[in-house]
């Protein structure tokens, strides 16, 4: 009995498995980052930033959501970004970053700003958990 039930939810978790691979695809039509965008994302992954910031709310939680910090009116500034970018603060690393380093974080993180939100809608969530764009 304990056995039939085991197989049961097996193949109902394969079967969820299949349907989430084969659709979750249908819905992520974002486009990677390319130019200098994409340079700022590699420069993000080698410095961790993620360690402490979130991405579409996804992320470490010692420093703020940057999903969309690109289109605030005042932190939105490049002259803002730029000097924790640069310097960092009291509770933030200075990652010693060259001017070309910052630039491309900040196109990165525009990028990031024009792929989405980071509060998630409740009816942009496909119910397989993906996000439907
Ligand atoms: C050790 C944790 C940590 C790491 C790693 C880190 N930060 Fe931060 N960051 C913080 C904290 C904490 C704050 C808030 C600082 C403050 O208010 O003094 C912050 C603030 C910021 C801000 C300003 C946000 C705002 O709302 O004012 C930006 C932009 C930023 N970080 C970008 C980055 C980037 C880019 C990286 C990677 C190169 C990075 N951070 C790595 C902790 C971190």
């Given at each position: 009995m304990k056995l039939r039930l085991w197989f049961t939810l097996m193949i109902l978790f394969l079967i969820y498995s299949i349907l989430v691979y084969v659709y979750s695809d249908q819905h992520g039509q974002g486009s990677s980052p390319s130019g200098?965008?994409?340079?700022?994302?590699?420069?993000?992954?080698?410095?961790?930033?993620h360690a402490c910031h979130q991405l579409y709310g996804l992320g470490g939680y010692m420093g703020p959501d940057l999903t969309n910090i690109a289109a605030d009116e005042i932190k939105g500034k490049p002259a803002y970004l730029k000097v924790f970018i640069k310097?960092?603060?009291?509770?933030?690393?200075?990652?010693?970053l060259s001017d070309l380093e910052a630039d491309q974080l900040l196109a990165f993180l525009k990028w990031v700003n024009?792929?989405?939100?980071?509060?998630?809608?409740?009816?942009?969530?496909?119910?397989?958990?993906t996000y439907i764009f």
């Open positions: 200098a965008a994409y340079a700022g994302w590699m420069v993000w992954q080698e410095h961790n930033c310097y960092g603060s009291a509770n933030m690393p200075d990652f010693h024009d792929s989405g939100h980071s509060a998630v809608a409740k009816e942009s969530v496909h119910w397989s958990g």
